[in-house]
């Protein structure tokens, strides 16, 4: 089809189209029949990350890096346990870090991120 | 004057309405975001259900109660008009379900060129007419790119086809409707070249 006809086409077929349709109180009786919004719990959550930072401190807590690391920390000796140790927290912080992003950016995204298609 | 609204301001109004009603639950601004997309809403209902006003304003009504429900998963991706017609269309297809013997009424209707008076009165029948020939998912796609202008990538977002599905059905019934409508095309095309 070339685009002269192609032109015609569309503009026949807007044409026909009636466009939006007037409010006649639509919009209101939508509004009187929503229902309260359901909020979210947030105790489970909360409740979760305790008991994960509390499983992860008693099983680490045993543990003869762990003890070994935290004790050449606190006496300022750089050893290879204290740099473990270093390291599996500063990871554990970047991983919970780019959760709560990813999280925030679920929740919230369609207000931040503007332009799209 | 005709104020005619930048596409992105409207964007932005609309995400931020959308941010109000997640952050602090106002009703105020749903209503907003209904007023300013209720028209086109139930004019593509109207449209998917062929002038059946009272069904497409239960449809147009579900449609919004559904958005205020499922507004945290709106992640602005698409533009929030094209996300109301997506639930709108998906809303439509479900009650388009129950009526099944409807549905087969449409995808198998014969393809018989209609003859072209001129008036412009007639010829409004005759688009309509001809637009009946086409089947139902090729009148869904011209509905959606043609008359309420979305991009094709749009309209497969809406339809939830991919890309070169609606690209194919739009070429299809578009070619469709120029065979349908050839005498009047050949008409204008004269006039305009006068």
């Known amino acids: 089809m070339n685009d002269e006809a192609e032109d015609v086409l569309d503009a026949l077929l807007r044409e026909h189209f009636e466009g939006p349709v007037p409010d006649e109180g639509f919009c209101a009786r939508v509004v009187d029949r929503l229902p309260a919004r359901r909020r979210r719990n947030n105790w489970p959550m909360a409740a979760g990350i305790l008991a994960g930072v509390a499983a992860c401190w008693f099983s680490l807590w045993s543990d003869p890096i762990t003890s070994a690391g935290w004790r050449d920390w606190l006496s300022g000796y750089p050893s290879t346990s204290t740099m473990t140790l270093l390291i599996s927290m500063m990871s554990m912080t970047a991983l919970a870090l780019a959760w709560t992003i990813a999280e925030a950016d679920d929740r919230y995204g369609g207000s931040s991120r503007l332009a799209f298609r | ?194």
């Open chain 2, 1 to 194: 004057m005709t104020c005619v609204a930048d596409p992105v301001d409207v964007m932005q109004v609309d995400h931020a309405l959308v941010a109000r009603v997640l952050l602090t639950d106002d009703r105020r601004a749903f209503e907003q975001l209904v007023r300013r997309h209720q028209g086109m809403v139930r004019a593509q209902l109207r449209r998917l259900l062929r002038g059946n006003e009272a069904k497409a304003d239960d449809l147009a009504q579900e449609t919004f109660l559904l958005a205020w429900r499922k507004l945290h998963q709106f992640r602005g991706e698409a533009r929030f008009s094209t996300w109301l017609y997506r639930i709108a269309y998906s809303c439509f297809l479900q009650a388009h379900r129950k009526q099944s013997s409807a549905a087969e009424g449409i995808e198998t209707a014969v393809f018989d060129p209609p003859t072209m008076p001129r008036e412009a009165a007639e010829l409004r029948l005759d688009v309509e007419r001809a637009m009946r020939h086409l089947s139902a998912t090729e009148q869904a796609v011209l509905l959606h790119v043609v008359q309420l202008g979305l991009g094709h990538d749009e309209a497969a977002y809406v339809l939830a086809m991919p890309l070169g599905t609606v690209k194919s059905h739009a070429r299809r019934g578009k070619a469709k409707l120029r065979a349908l409508l050839a005498d009047w095309q050949t008409e204008s095309l004269k006039e305009r070249e006068q």
